[in-house]
């Protein structure tokens, strides 16, 4: 019987010893049995439902809103207590946090000893083996592979001996451009049983994307894939390795793991990882690591240059993806989580790896679209697999709405209790479909609002409790921990009350935020820090209801949101502005039915140009997609002979906004520009394009 975690009689100690693990991962069973696997998904036993954090039941807490209170009146308790039961530890830390939000020092368990994949897997693994840990779901519907913690942790103790086989050590940076498997999971966890930080870069960017990010960590291996497998086609992702290495002088070897097994190039830095696998070890001693230790690094993008990449360290990050995992979607012992987002993306951390598996649950790793092969893909998963909760993104929901109901509703989806999203707003529309469609009017809508900063969910309507009140279309209420604060963005003065709308920050900190920007701490402190004093800036507006409910207005900066994928707008121009024929060009979103946010880009040409403005066009989107990624391809480019700007050389993007919205009419003053008469010209050149 699966032990529940916050209750389990050896993990309240919050010292671990070192040696059991190390005996049970050495006697561990060669033998696999396959039945009876469908049953143990299937046998979805419900703990009683105790108060939502019973490690405070002696204190007489036992509402959300009490619980709450304690988060941020008495943090130090709070996570104190929350980390000792919930995390194994080898050593207990000596204080709780050490933080200063003024100068954005953030430390959280001090001198405590931990290993993340040993509180994702040998715990596991060692209390119930035969839990089913994984279902890689494949991109052909019906063929999905089942994992048991015990044949994970096999899988993760070879992984960990290869790595170390080669050389990799504790500090080092490992790129991993892998589709999800139970192969690319255990890569993230073989380093972080090492030691070693994972930067796992989505496997759709360009081959130039991949090498920026190599380069900027000094990245010495790298984990891919012979190919990938998505919506029925083979996506050659060595063969981007190829070209983003050859620019990469740092790197040292190419791990291959094959997913297809087609035959591919090979030179003298590659290994083919399963024939290493095949004769590693199976039994691996965990190094025993510093909480503040960096676990990983993931890249996002900013308003300005060159993606950041966000570090977050072992054990606050790990702590908050446990937490808010469990908690916000109510997961209940014996269930089936299903995330659908990659693993190159922090939602893919958080709810795909670290959060599920540190609970002890079945995750979800789903290769495929939820398209293929049909817009049924999603629910015909429920169906078959009996998926407790689903995470999914809005942009699929408007999608698949679109499609019709029809491909809900022939499957059945009564095994689902909690329907999340996140990356970006959940309109009404999406939101009814959501709520009365999928989930039959019975299932919680959980808006989750969050960033690759925070770590994991940090506004959402149901943070725990199970009575509480949802509207549509809004993440509402913090989690524990979470004060949000809402800021003028010109007089910086905190807005009290309700009927508010400010930058959003907040106020004290939580143990799952940011540590860093991996080699530039600088730029850390100067984007969260620096235009809000004493607070993290989150980079959004929010809304705050007269009942004190949180609605995301969208980033306050020039970062875009397509398809729930963050975009620098400054990423795309920089692409278009090396064109030989481009002088300058200002790229803008646009409200967009289905991905949220379009891409609209204004060029301006030099003077003598070597191509059509066909030509030129398509040059433009080609070069976005091969180098940045599909996604970053504008949906419209508007050629000008100029862009609209102050008088001290700024563009004015507001304006170009409203032409790319289509709201001539709400252009606002446009005296103090330099030019005012190129609005004209914008405006009329915009219509005529439509
Ligand atoms: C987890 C993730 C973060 C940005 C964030 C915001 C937008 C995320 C949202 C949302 C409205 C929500 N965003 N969740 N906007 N409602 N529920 O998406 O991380 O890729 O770093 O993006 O996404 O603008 O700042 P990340």
Redesign the pocket.
Known sequence: MFRCLHRGSNLLTGVFNASLLRTSANTVSILETKTGRKSAINDNTRSISTTPLPEFDKDGLKSHDDLYRLSIEKPDYFWGTLARSRLQWYEDFSLTKDCDMKSGHIRWFLDGKINASVNCVDRHAESSPDKIAMIWEKDEPGTQEYVTYREFQKLLCKMSNVLEGHGVKQGDRVAIYMPKSPTAVAAMLACARIGAIHSVVFAGFSAEALAGRIMDAQVETVITADQGVRGGKIIDLKKVVDDAVQTCPCVKRVFVYQRTGNEVPMSNIDINLDKELESASDSHTPAVLDSEDLLFMLY?SGSTGKPKGIAHSQAGYLLYANMTMKHVFDYKEGETFGCVADIG???GHSYVVYGPLSNGATTLLFESTPVYPDPGRYWEMVERLKLNHIYLAPTALRMLLKNGDEWVLKYDRSSLRKLG??????NNEAWDWYYNVVGEGRCDIC???????TGGIA?TPRPSSPDAEIRPAM?MRPFFGIEPVLLDPVTKQELTGGNVKGALCVRHPWPGMARTIYGDHDRFLKTYYADYPGFYF???GAYRTQDGYYQ?T??MDD?L?VS???LGTAEIEDVIDDHEDVAESAVVGFPHEIKGEGIYAFVVLKDRVSKSEEELMSDLKHACKSRVSSFAQPDFILLTPGLPKTRSGKIMRRILRKIAANKPDELGDVSTLFDPSIVEILVDKHQQSL
């Not at 999203?421 to 959940?426: A, H, R």
């Open positions: 996002t993306w922090i939602t999203c996140v990356g970006e707003p959940l808006d989750t609002w969050w960033q690759t900063e506004i993440p989150s980079g959004d995301i969208g980033r970062v949101n729930g994928h963050r």
